[in-house]
């Protein structure tokens, strides 16, 4: 018995850490003390090869559920390789339902993780380097139990 355990244990391990195929870069960074100051302007470095292919990006938050708002305001700020600007766009992120306050991410014990659609079918303009950086435009400063952010790109099923 304890050896079925074992592998079944084992089996759903590898299972969990299969990786996506489609996911061509995923990364998080974490908020240090779940402060989240205005000046932290995490930034993201990806490379795409194919640009004649569709992506899909999103935002990934994980914040805790005493996080006060149930939105959140970031800017992000796409360039390529060379740094020139190619958008900026100001997004909000919905991590609870207004009315009954109740989280909309996946959660385990306090901690809710989102996973939020950034652009849809998006195509980068040639292969190459890209940088994303996100900021937080909320008026709190430091805004509190954000844990971490990151992005996904994703090769898009549209």
Same mark, same amino acid.
């Given at each position: 018995?304890?050896?079925?355990?074992?592998?079944?244990?084992?089996?759903?391990?590898?299972?969990?850490?299969?990786?996506?195929?489609?996911?061509? *870069?995923?990364?998080?960074?974490?908020?240090?003390?779940?402060?989240?100051?205005?000046?932290?302007?995490?930034?993201? @470095?990806?490379?795409?090869?194919?640009?004649?292919?569709?992506?899909?990006? *999103?935002?990934? $938050?994980?914040?805790?559920?005493?996080?006060?708002? *149930?939105?959140?305001?970031?800017?992000?700020?796409?360039?390529?390789?060379?740094?020139?600007?190619?958008?900026?766009?100001?997004?909000?992120?919905?991590?609870?339902?207004?009315?009954?306050?109740?989280?909309?991410?996946?959660?385990?014990?306090? $901690?809710?993780?989102?996973?939020?659609?950034?652009? @849809?079918? *998006?195509?980068?303009?040639?292969?190459?380097?890209?940088?994303? @950086?996100?900021? #937080?435009?909320?008026? #709190?400063?430091? $805004?509190?139990?954000?844990?971490?952010?990151?992005?996904?790109?994703?090769?898009?099923?549209?």
């Amino acid at each position: 018995m304890n050896r079925f355990c074992l592998i079944v244990g084992l089996l759903a391990l590898l299972m969990a850490c299969e990786k996506d195929p489609n996911v061509v *870069y995923k990364e998080n960074t974490d908020i240090e003390n779940g402060k989240w100051y205005v000046k932290n302007t995490p930034s993201f @470095r990806f490379t795409i090869t194919d640009a004649s292919i569709p992506y899909d990006l *999103y935002y990934t $938050l994980r914040h805790s559920l005493t996080y006060p708002y *149930y939105n959140l305001y970031l800017t992000r700020y796409l360039t390529d390789g060379r740094g020139r600007e190619i958008e900026s766009r100001l997004d909000e992120l919905i991590l609870m339902d207004s009315k009954t306050g109740k989280p909309r991410g996946k959660g385990l014990g306090d $901690l809710y993780d989102n996973k939020v659609l950034m652009k @849809r079918a *998006y195509r980068f303009p040639k292969p190459g380097t890209y940088v994303l @950086r996100i900021k #937080q435009y909320m008026r #709190q400063d430091p $805004l509190p139990d954000v844990v971490s952010v990151g992005i996904s790109v994703e090769k898009s099923g549209q």
